[in-house]
């Protein structure tokens, strides 16, 4: 199979592991929807608060070093997806990260406009000098 290196259209693809999706279009489907997935479950971990206010700080920071690794590790699943250079994988990517920050980053599921959210957990970042910023920050 050929490597692309420009985005091309078609369900030939070959995405994260030889031989996967192959030459089906339901697999080619799969495919998309677990990229979609992946992407779906990196902008979850980037917005949860799984860790209890009265948790103790190593095992906090044991448990906030395990939740990076797995978004880590989840963001360069996609990353090399979208470098199989097929037009859909990167649709469906950023289609995944999109309705991810929607639900878990965006201001349309929290109570209110006050910077506080549902699970009362501060959701607007702040920038230096104590502005709020409608964005999370972007870190490599």
């Known amino acids: 199979m050929m490597m692309h290196m420009t985005f091309y259209w078609g ?12 030459a089906r ?3 080619y489907v799969l495919a998309l929807v677990f990229v979609f997935l992946l992407a779906f479950l990196v902008e979850w971990l980037s917005g949860c608060r799984l ?16 939740m990076h690794g ?15 250079f097929n037009g859909g994988v990167f649709l469906a990517a950023v289609a995944g ?21 549902l699970d009362g957990g501060d959701y607007r970042h702040r920038r230096a000098g104590g502005l709020r910023s409608d964005l999370p920050p972007i870190s490599c």
Request: glycine fraction near 14%.
């Open 97 to 117: 990260h999109a309705v991810g920050f929607l639900v878990f980053g965006s201001r349309v599921f929290k109570k209110d406009d006050d910077g506080v959210g």
């Open 70 to 84: 797995v978004r880590a590790g989840l963001a360069y699943m996609v990353m090399l997806a979208v470098m199989s």
């Open 25 to 27: 279009t339901e697999m």
């Open 51 to 66: 860790i209890r206010k009265d948790a103790g700080r190593v095992g906090a920071g044991l448990i906030q070093t395990a």
């Open 11 to 22: 369900k030939d693809a070959l995405i994260l592991f030889s031989g996967w999706p192959g």
